[in-house]
């Protein structure tokens, strides 16, 4: 199944492994941080409502 | 007091870029994953460069939206400039580490794609020489938005750095080239997308470049809309320290 | 203008600071190197345009954050501002007397200080013309990133971040004609460019200068 990448197999391996690796970090970093400030956010204007309110 | 929005620019963008994130990403993701795989294990060796020539469906792709993700910054920063719609200084915070990291990317597979030809890990190519001057300028644009306390005099910086560092961006690509033009010119690496790639590598490199391109889209829309709601609850926050 | 001028280029020179402490940055730089990369003559020889000019751009880098601080702290700035001096006056003459009182000082002691690198002989003329082209670019370049930043605490690591990559050009050009006039090389092409972006710097960045200061200042 795995192609035949005889001596440069160390340097396509790790190219793939370091690129990908840095594109699920990115993606990852940035639905967590898009939700926590979402979440935030509501909480925040959630508080607005109630002081107004009350 | 109902949740108002205080611009109403901002709460659309939120609005039609929910309803399309996830067919963005859904489709960068497809595209990614069908054309990695076709070029990893569906196509043959380069005669001169062996297997190595796989690299160029991450190499050439992520190398493109270094670039193009400065240049989308570049626009961004002049709609500010001339229309202050907001998203469109947020959206090119939002873009900054999206195009650094595939600024890394670029980096690092064209370091370790010229390991083999040159027998170092880093060389002093033009082309890879002036990626890394982009990082760097991307460093700068980042740090500056982090240093500043104030949204609008951020954004104000942020866009008259980014316009000028466009312009030395340029005039460092000429002077990097007639730096290292002495040295390196048989073994200089054949990255040229303009050069005669085979059709067989071409299609999965068409997929693989379109599928960054939309991941790009994708980072964009959902980092703008964080960068969105951070602005607005920093201006609520500064209301209730107030009121 | 020339009141600014002469009122900056005082303030400087009694400061002390910026005077001084450039140039003796410069002759610690210049000693440093030998003991970086041995002192073999061979390789000082080679390596001296670039060291020379790697030090002088780096004295100028030490000093850009005062060009505006002073003025910033205690208000004058804003008065400035004022005046019925156009902001793009007021950022050249600023960096007009960065130079002065920073780069030509450094232009003058190079000679000096190409002794202690073993210079080529061939390499004086070319080196003195290639950092009084480009000397200036360096000041007015670094007047912008000092516009950028004034006003942050701790601003300077963060204006070196800034500023380094604009100095690219210059400084590969520069450092270039510097280098093929001490080998006796054609050194036209990299002059011509070296002198145009000076010129073009002078000419515009004052603009994004000036609007970056309104910014600051509002």
């Known amino acids: 199944m ?37 979440r935030e956010l509501e909480s925040v204007e959630k508080r607005g409502r109630e002081n107004a309110e009350g | 007091m109902a949740s ?45 460069q062996g297997s190595t020539v796989k690299i160029i469906y991450l190499h050439v792709p992520s190398a493109l939206m270094a670039i193009n993700g400065w240049i989308m910054m570049l626009v961004a920063s002049l709609i500010w ?17 999206v195009g650094a990291t595939m600024t890394v990317i670029a980096l690092v597979t064209g370091a370790i794609w010229g390991q083999p030809m040159w027998g170092t890990w880093w060389a002093w190519d033009p082309r890879l020489t002036s990626f890394l001057i982009l990082f760097l300028f991307y ?22 750095l980014c316009l000028v560092g466009s312009v030395f961006a340029v005039l460092s690509r000429y002077a990097v080239n007639f730096w290292n033009q002495g040295l390196h010119q048989g073994a200089s690496l054949s ?42 609850m920093r201006a609520l926050l500064a209301r209730e320290r107030l009121g | 203008m020339i009141a600014l001028l002469t009122r900056d280029l005082r303030l400087a020179v009694r400061a ?8 003796a940055f410069f002759l610690i730089v210049v000693t440093l190197v030998p003991f970086s990369v041995g002192p073999e003559n061979m390789l000082l020889t080679k390596i001296a345009p670039g060291i020379l000019w790697l030090g002088a751009l780096l004295a100028c880098l030490l000093s850009l954050d005062r060009i505006f601080a002073l003025d910033w702290e205690d208000g004058s700035l804003d008065l400035l501002a004022t005046s019925p001096l156009p902001m793009e006056a007021l950022v050249s003459i600023k960096a007009l007397a960065h130079w002065l009182t920073t780069g030509l000082p450094l232009v003058v002691a190079t000679p000096v200080f190409a002794l202690l690198l ?101």
């Open chain 1, 2 to 38: 795995m192609p035949e990448l005889g001596k440069y197999a160390e340097a396509v391996l790790s190219s793939y492994a370091v690129s990908i690796m840095l594109i699920v970090v990115l993606v990852v970093a940035s639905v967590t941080r898009a939700r926590r400030v979402k």
């Open chain 2, 81 to 97: 400039i001339v229309r202050r719609h907001h998203v469109s200084a947020l959206a090119a915070r939002a873009a900054a580490p």
């Open chain 2, 139 to 160: 460093l700068g644009y980042m740090a500056l938005w982090a240093a500043i306390e104030n949204d609008d005099t951020a954004a104000d910086l942020t866009s008259v």
């Open chain 3, 16 to 23: 002390g600071g910026g005077f001084g402490l450039g140039l």
């Open chain 3, 118 to 218: 073993s210079l080529p002989e061939a390499g004086y003329f070319p080196l003195v013309l290639s950092l009084l082209l480009g000397t200036p670019a360096l000041s007015v370049i670094g007047t912008f990133g000092a516009a950028l930043t004034v006003g942050l605490k701790r601003g300077g690591l963060l204006l070196s971040l800034l500023v380094l990559p604009l100095y690219v050009p210059t400084l590969i050009f520069g450092a270039e004609m510097a280098r093929r006039g001490a080998q006796g090389l054609d050194m036209t092409t990299a002059m011509m460019m070296l002198a145009g972006i000076s010129f073009g710097v002078i000419a515009l960045l004052p603009f994004a200068s000036a609007a970056v200061l309104r910014v600051n200042l509002r």
């Open chain 2, 4 to 48: 108002i929005w205080q611009y109403a620019n901002p709460r659309k963008f939120i609005e039609t870029t929910d309803r399309i994130l996830p067919w963005v990403a859904g489709s960068s993701l497809v595209a990614l994953v069908v054309g990695l795989v076709w070029g990893f294990f569906f196509t043959p060796d380069d005669y001169r």
């Open chain 2, 191 to 232: 990255l040229d997308k303009e050069e005669n790639v085979a059709d067989v590598f071409y299609h999965p490199l068409l997929l693989c470049i379109a599928g960054f391109v939309l991941l790009f889209i994708a980072l964009l829309f959902l980092r703008t809309q964080t960068e969105i709601r951070a602005r607005r």
